[in-house]
């Protein structure tokens, strides 16, 4: 006879969503079993998405400054950028996504009443799962369950998106050289940050968007003025395109799509479908509940909760906005519900996100054209870069800063920022937006000189 353990919280999926959520509850006194289909704890975002892609990011970036050394009053000893050692950027890669994963699992063990365990879980019923492993089978009964198996790429029904060496958003990431020229299908963030990435190591790239515009939900005004940017660095853009098919030519491919009434093709060495993600709800064993799911991800009201009462989920698995902060935002107010606290839960109108393009594109709060669409009467201060002080010193003076407030009270409600260093504003957008700071209030406090964090209190003095 199966003895059945007794818990009080499953958590299905140990990334952003899942492992922070595991962690609080634990300290609070609760048993906690936690269960990671992966290879470690981090889920997609340290193994396959956010952490990898910055990684190359960085070293793409550096070869890019070293180039640009005569510009800072330095003689380059051999001309040009460096050469690339791929090999020992993987190698880079995998030491650090290792040491972020045994760092977590470290702390999951610091704690007696939570247990990880990788393999998988499926739901056998309202209150029971079954985990399995490569050493068995246990079943599991449970008070609560969180759910946050995050999602997957998604592959487009094109003809030839499956031949092989056609690409996901993952292949790219484990890629073994860097390709003389490559296609990517999807004009998203990944799209964006891969598509820099790749030309400043040296690939000739194609960028193919089926929208109007490449980055669609971002600041319109921002998005144009980074699309100029990668054209200006010889990135081919493409909007408003039809795929119609992927086809082999020996060793390189070639992207057939219509552009205009046009038929083009786009030959590459690699082709990248990176064109969003879905939920990832794949044996998860709802169909024993009463938790209702569809191509969006599955269903949760306000606090979360599914439609069966206990059961929540987080992340990506619930569907947008899918990033690996707004998933532990989630969990954790999950967590502090289920311990019987007051619990805020996070809304999409306070989220911020970072775009690592070059430069950066970052955000909080509303665009302007989200803002005006919800009904609100909203202007917009603009603050150009090229006259920044920091930015000319740091020879990144390419950009702009929109902050979105409401005209009769001058309430901020969207902070996006284009520059080099964007990622590290939106600390204090976020702070602003969430709290609802007015602009003059924002103007009040001092901001170091030359930074760009002054850009906040000179683009909300020049509001009247």
């Given at each position: 006879?199966?003895?059945?353990?007794?818990?009080?919280?499953?958590?299905?999926?140990?990334?952003?969503?899942?492992?922070?959520?595991?962690?609080?509850?634990?300290?609070?006194?609760?048993?906690?079993?936690?269960?990671?289909?992966?290879?470690?704890?981090?889920g997609t975002c340290l193994f396959e998405g956010c952490i990898p892609s910055k990684i190359f990011r960085e070293t793409a970036a550096r070869?890019?400054?070293?180039?640009?050394?005569?510009?800072?009053?330095?003689?380059?000893?051999?001309?040009?950028?460096?050469?690339?050692?791929?090999?020992?950027?993987?190698?880079?890669?995998?030491?650090?996504?290792?040491?972020?994963?045994?760092?977590?699992?470290?702390?999951?063990?610091?704690?007696?009443?939570?247990?990880?365990?990788?393999?998988?879980?499926?739901?056998?019923?309202?209150?029971?799962?079954?985990?399995?492993?490569?050493?068995?089978?246990?079943?599991?009964?449970?008070?609560?369950?969180?759910?946050?198996?995050?999602?997957?790429?998604?592959?487009?029904?094109?003809?030839?998106?499956?031949?092989?060496?056609?690409?996901?958003?993952?292949?790219?990431?484990?890629?073994?050289?860097?390709?003389?020229?490559?296609?990517?299908?999807?004009?998203?963030?990944?799209?964006?940050?891969?598509?820099?990435?790749?030309?400043?190591?040296?690939?000739?790239?194609?960028?193919?968007?089926?929208?109007?515009?490449?980055?669609?939900?971002?600041?319109?005004?921002?998005?144009?003025?980074?699309?100029?940017?990668?054209?200006?660095?010889?990135?081919?853009?493409?909007?408003?395109?039809?795929?119609?098919?992927?086809?082999?030519?020996?060793?390189?491919?070639?992207?057939?799509?219509?552009?205009?009434?046009?038929?083009?093709?786009?030959?590459?060495?690699?082709?990248?479908?990176?064109?969003?993600?879905?939920?990832?709800?794949?044996?998860?064993?709802?169909?024993?509940?009463?938790?209702?799911?569809?191509?969006?991800?599955?269903?949760?009201?306000?606090?979360?909760?599914?439609?069966?009462?206990?059961?929540?989920?987080?992340?990506?698995?619930?569907?947008?906005?899918?990033?690996?902060?707004?998933?532990?935002?989630?969990?954790?107010?999950?967590?502090?519900?289920?311990?019987?606290?007051?619990?805020?839960?996070?809304?999409?109108?306070?989220?911020?996100?970072?775009?690592?393009?070059?430069?950066?594109?970052?955000?909080?709060?509303?665009?302007?054209?989200?803002?005006?669409?919800?009904?609100?009467?909203?202007?917009?201060?603009?603050?150009?870069?090229?006259?920044?002080?920091?930015?000319?010193?740091?020879?990144?003076?390419?950009?702009?800063?929109?902050?979105?407030?409401?005209?009769?009270?001058?309430?901020?409600?969207?902070?996006?920022?284009?520059?080099?260093?964007?990622?590290?504003?939106?600390?204090?957008?976020?702070?602003?937006?969430?709290?609802?700071?007015?602009?003059?209030?924002?103007?009040?406090?001092?901001?170091?000189?030359?930074?760009?964090?002054?850009?906040?209190?000179?683009?909300?003095?020049?509001?009247?």
């Amino acid at each position: 006879m199966t003895t059945q353990q007794q818990i009080d919280v499953l958590i299905i999926g140990g990334g952003p969503g899942g492992t922070p959520g595991a962690l609080a509850l634990a300290q609070a006194g609760k048993r906690v079993l936690l269960v990671e289909a992966g290879r470690g704890l981090g889920g997609t975002c340290l193994f396959e998405g956010c952490i990898p892609s910055k990684i190359f990011r960085e070293t793409a970036a550096r070869r890019r400054e070293i180039a640009r050394a005569p510009e800072f009053g330095l003689q380059m000893e051999s001309a040009g950028a460096p050469a690339i050692d791929w090999a020992g950027l993987q190698t880079r890669r995998h030491h650090i996504l290792t040491q972020r994963a045994q760092g977590a699992l470290a702390k999951t063990r610091a704690l007696p009443g939570l247990e990880v365990v990788f393999g998988r879980a499926h739901l056998t019923g309202p209150r029971t799962a079954v985990v399995e492993t490569g050493e068995g089978r246990r079943e599991v009964g449970f008070e609560r369950a969180i759910l946050a198996t995050g999602s997957l790429p998604s592959r487009p029904p094109i003809p030839g998106a499956d031949l092989p060496g056609v690409l996901d958003s993952t292949g790219l990431i484990e890629i073994g050289f860097v390709p003389e020229s490559m296609v990517l299908i999807g004009g998203g963030p990944v799209g964006v940050e891969m598509a820099q990435i790749f030309a400043m190591l040296g690939a000739r790239v194609t960028l193919l968007e089926a929208m109007p515009r490449i980055l669609g939900p971002v600041d319109g005004v921002l998005a144009q003025l980074l699309s100029e940017r990668l054209i200006a660095e010889g990135i081919t853009v493409q909007t408003g395109v039809r795929i119609e098919a992927i086809e082999a030519e020996g060793a390189q491919h070639s992207v057939r799509y219509v552009h205009e009434g046009e038929t083009k093709q786009a030959a590459a060495q690699v082709v990248a479908i990176v064109a969003g993600r879905h939920p990832n709800v794949a044996g998860l064993g709802l169909e024993s509940t009463a938790v209702q799911h569809d191509r969006h991800g599955i269903k949760v009201d306000a606090t979360l909760q599914t439609a069966e009462p206990g059961i929540y989920a987080t992340g990506d698995v619930v569907g947008q906005p899918m990033f690996a902060h707004w998933a532990t935002a989630q969990v954790l107010a999950v967590a502090r519900h289920i311990l019987g606290h007051d619990a805020p839960y996070p809304r999409p109108e306070h989220n911020s996100a970072v775009i690592f393009s070059y430069p950066e594109l970052a955000m909080a709060g509303l665009t302007e054209e989200a803002a005006r669409a919800a009904g609100l009467d909203v202007a917009v201060a603009e603050y150009d870069y090229r006259g920044d002080a920091r930015a000319q010193v740091s020879g990144e003076a390419f950009g702009r800063l929109r902050v979105v407030y409401r005209k009769d009270d001058k309430t901020i409600i969207g902070v996006h920022a284009l520059i080099e260093g964007a990622a590290d504003l939106m600390g204090e957008a976020a702070l602003a937006v969430r709290h609802g700071l007015r602009l003059e209030q924002l103007a009040a406090a001092i901001h170091p000189h030359p930074t760009l964090t002054e850009a906040f209190g000179l683009v909300a003095l020049g509001v009247r």
